[in-house]
């Protein structure tokens, strides 16, 4: 059984920070790569970061500049940095893990988090 736990959402201010945490437990054999997502009221989920096993990243283009995403290998967790939020990023967060639990190479969702950005 493999789990992602997600934490670190929640309300902030325009131009304040956040910082997501997502860790990955369980029957795990390897990690490609981990990312994060996020889904606003009546929008399609989106890639936000991505970062493979060797610390490749890919930013979509409206976070480049403000958000860095980071990883450890050894604990398995990945983190968002978000800086300089705008009432735009408020969304569901959900963190993702392409990984191999015995059975090749599948994508784990974590539960979510809400971030809102408001004053």
């Known amino acids: 059984q493999v789990q992602l736990v997600e934490s670190g959402g929640g309300l902030v201010q325009p131009g304040g920070s956040l910082r997501l945490s997502c860790a990955a437990s369980?029957?795990?054999?390897?990690?490609?790569?981990m990312g994060w997502y996020r889904q606003a009221p009546g929008k399609e989920r989106e890639l936000v970061a991505a970062?493979?096993?060797?610390?490749?990243?890919n930013y979509t283009d409206s976070v480049k500049g403000r958000f860095t995403i980071s990883r450890d290998n050894a604990k398995n967790t990945v983190w968002l940095q978000m800086n300089s939020l705008k009432a735009e990023d408020t969304a569901v967060y959900y963190c993702?893990?392409?990984?191999?639990?015995?059975?090749?190479?599948?994508?784990?969702w974590g539960q979510g988090t809400q971030v809102t950005v408001s004053s």
């Open positions: 993702n893990a392409r990984l191999n639990s015995g059975w090749g190479f599948r994508n784990y």
């Open positions: 369980g029957r795990i054999f390897s990690i490609n790569a």
């Open positions: 970062i493979t096993s060797g610390a490749r990243t």
